[in-house]
């Protein structure tokens, strides 16, 4: 009986753990550039468990562990906006930006100039170039980026986009804000990477099948407390009814 509860308990907490990866896909729907992601799971049997019934043998269980959160690379829905400083990435490429914790990752393709003169995203985060932040003076104007990421003004060129690749890029690790770390280095894009210019890639996370795959899972989450509560019952009366006996 207890076996149960706990192969119960390890579907349980799967489940919780991608509801959780559902609720984030969801609610990213209307981020530029997000990429979702899925849960993984795996079984896992025991070959120790052993059952009070089955005295003479061991029963294999199998337990529910969690094999991580793996990423949809798949390209977004490209949406033109005419903003000469929006890019889309092509490919499975990205733009490298400045944090405070050093260099992240992003396809997020909305970019726009601050207060400084900077070139940064939407969240503020400074856009590299192939020499560091690209950087317009204060009387600069007409800026634009050409589909080679070259950065240029009514007074000429200001960089070039730092366009980068992973060999691995399903190990890239979501670190809030729309943006990626690796513990492996990042790779030049080299010339062939190409952007679309006046336009931003969406989020390729597909809303209906999300709310599909939350209703399945609430629905497995319920089943499974539904069939707990009754195994914990059979339990109880069990034990008042072992007692009754030795009464």
Known sequence: MENALLVSLSRQMALARELDVIANNVANVGTNGFKARSAR????????????????????LSYVIDKGTPIDLSLGMIERTGNPLDVALQGEN???????????????????????????TQAGQPVMGDGGPIVFGSTESNARIATDGTVSSDQGQRGKLRIVRFDNPRALASDGA???????????????????????????????????????????????????????????????????QQA
């Open 94 to 120: 990205y733009l490298v930006v400045q944090t405070a914790q050093g260099e992240r990752y992003t396809r997020a393709g909305s970019l726009e100039i601050n207060g400084r003169g900077q070139l940064v």
């Open 178 to 244: 729309n943006l990626f770390s690796s513990t492996a280095a990042a790779q030049p894009a080299g010339p062939q990477a190409r952007l679309e210019t006046g336009a931003i890639e969406r989020s390729n996370v597909k809303a209906v099948v999300e709310m599909t795959r939350l209703v399945e899972v609430q629905r497995a989450y319920q089943t499974l407390s539904a069939m707990m509560g009754k195994t914990d019952e059979l339990r109880a009366k069990a034990i008042t009814r072992l007692a009754d």
């Open 41 to 60: 799971f795996a079984e896992y049997i025991s070959p120790t468990a052993r059952a009070d019934t089955f005295p003479t043998q061991d029963r294999r």
